[in-house]
Structures are given as C-alpha cells and as structure tokens.
C-alpha cells in the first residue's frame, strides 16, 4: 500500500509563560495551532496562517534563520522541530496516510482567542497552560515537552 503524505506546520504560541492548546474534536487530544500547508505557501507562512485563522492572534516566530548568502536563495526560519506522524494506521500495521509536521514557537500579544477561520474550534474551547499545569494536565507527553520547550523558548528571548 502506498503511504501518502501531507506537508503540516504547527505553532507553539506563548504569552506570558504559558501556551495555548485546544481540545481537537475528532482526536480527543488536546494541541496547538496548525493545520495543512497550503500550495505556495512556505511552512513559516502557513505557521501564521495557522495561528491567525484559529486563534486570530497575530504570530512572532522565534525561529533561527541560517547565515548563508547565496545568488539565488534566502534562508527561512527554520522550525524548532520536524516531525513525522502516522495519521492512519491500519490493523495490520500499514499507514495510508502521514503528516511531515514543521513545528515552530512563536510569542503573542495577547491571550485573548477569536477564531477567524472557518470551522474552528471556538474560543472558549482554547485554554492557557503554564509548564506546571502540562504536566499535571493528563496531556500526551510529546505535548507536554513541545509546549514546555515552546514557553521556555520564548520566555528566554525576550
């Protein structure tokens, strides 16, 4: 069976020592923003597409950029983290269906969530979580180390 494969970009948002995170309907598991990466789009530019249309907060990304100079190319904030995540996995083991996830942190203004996109979780469905409540909350562990990564991150650049 062949695996098809979707580019993602993800967002860690971090205001004030603490990330946001949603309760995804369909999943059951709480994560941040982000979604499918868009034809055109660069991974950093669908990150704040991303945080945009399901938080209608305005992104910063902290994201490194390589200092290399070259005639025909431009560095890109790189993400903190890739990832490659199963989507579907069927009882014998195969996977249809996979998401190369680009994972960036970013800081933003305000903790105040109004969703802008369609069909987004709605704002009183977002919550604010500091480290010590991701790792009291029951999260997925790879949810509590991103997030936890995310604040730290961002908190120790500004």
Request: glycine share 8%; aromatic share 6%; no cysteine.
């Amino acid at each position: 069976m062949e695996t098809t494969r979707h580019f993602t970009a993800t967002t860690y948002v971090v205001n004030d020592g603490a990330t946001a995170l949603h309760e995804h309907g369909r999943l059951g598991i709480h994560l941040p923003p982000g979604g499918h990466i868009e034809r055109d789009e660069l991974p950093h530019e669908a990150a704040l597409r991303e945080v945009r249309e399901e938080t209608g907060l305005e992104a910063e990304l902290v994201a490194d950029r390589a200092a290399v100079e070259t005639p025909n190319g431009r560095p890109l904030p790189e993400p903190a983290h890739q990832m490659l995540h199963d989507i579907d996995v069927h009882p014998d083991g195969s996977v249809s269906h996979q998401h190369i996830d680009h994972l960036y942190y970013a800081r933003v203004p305000s903790r105040r969530i109004e969703p802008v996109g369609d069909d987004e979780a709605d704002a009183d469905e977002w919550s604010w979580y500091t480290p010590e409540e991701l790792r009291a909350g029951g999260f997925d562990a790879d949810v509590v180390a991103l997030g936890r990564e995310a604040i730290e991150t961002v908190v120790g650049t500004e």
